[in-house]
């Protein structure tokens, strides 16, 4: 069985960082690309970032650009998300999620998400 | 960045009716185009890809057409567990984007 299970989110001061993780199982994770999405509260979706499976191919939403770093480990099938310089307005539910195998940019797998709080 | 406006943003129907949901473009996506059902507190569910192929374990009764800048994704009978959220998301280029939202309520 596919999972997906994030972890680290809470609450951190406008200005601060936060480090995220998904920790993936019951499935070959080096053989897929994975992305974070978030969710504001009562909001909609918005797609944060994607990584290929070797890490050979990154994109951040422009949102997000040169403040967050997505990475992976391969070894440890983990997926992590660095957030610094994070602002009121990435508060959101964190949410990991697996590409369609053989279909990148629509995502079949997703973690139960991970609530990031901005405030001071 | 690639625009996508879902309409209506509430649709109310009863069980046993058919749902027609809409969503456009702002430039052509060719067939990149996919929708996810969310519940509250849960994550969004894949329900179909590139316009018109239903995800693994989705009932029949869920289909999606169009392509270019112009999809619909259509319920044919309304079941109670298929009141929701749902929301198109386009793949046409690595910046991925995604509609508000169509907001499927119990007439």
């Known amino acids: 069985e596919v999972q997906l299970v994030e972890s680290g989110g809470g609450l951190v001061k406008p200005g601060g960082s936060l480090r995220l993780s998904c920790a993936a199982s019951g499935f070959t994770f080096s053989s897929y690309s994975m992305n974070w999405v978030r969710q504001a509260p009562g909001k909609g979706l918005e797609w944060v970032s994607s990584?290929?499976?070797?890490?050979?191919?990154?994109y951040y939403a422009d949102s997000v650009k040169g403040r967050f770093t997505i990475s992976r480990d391969n070894a440890k099938n983990s997926l992590y998300l660095q957030m610094n310089s994070l602002r009121a307005e990435d508060t959101a539910v964190y949410y990991c999620?697996?590409?369609?195998?053989?279909?990148?940019?629509?995502?079949?797998?997703w973690g139960q998400g991970t609530l990031v709080t901005v405030s001071s | 960045e690639i625009v996508l406006t879902q309409s209506p943003a509430t649709l109310s129907l009863s069980p046993g009716e058919r749902a027609t949901l809409s969503c456009r473009a702002s430039?052509?996506?060719?067939?990149?185009l996919a929708w996810y059902q969310q519940k509250p507190g849960q994550a969004p569910r894949l329900l179909i890809y590139d316009a018109s192929n239903r995800a693994t374990g989705i009932p029949a009764r869920f289909s999606g057409s169009g392509s270019g800048t112009d999809f619909t994704l259509t319920i044919s009978s309304l079941e109670p567990e298929d009141f929701a959220v749902y929301y198109c998301q386009q793949r046409s280029n690595w910046e991925y984007t995604f509609g508000q939202g169509t907001k499927l309520e119990i007439k």
């Open positions: 999620a697996r590409d369609v195998p053989r279909i990148t940019g629509n995502f079949d797998y």
């Open positions: 990584i290929s499976s070797s890490s050979s191919y990154i």
């Open positions: 430039q052509s996506v060719s067939s990149y």
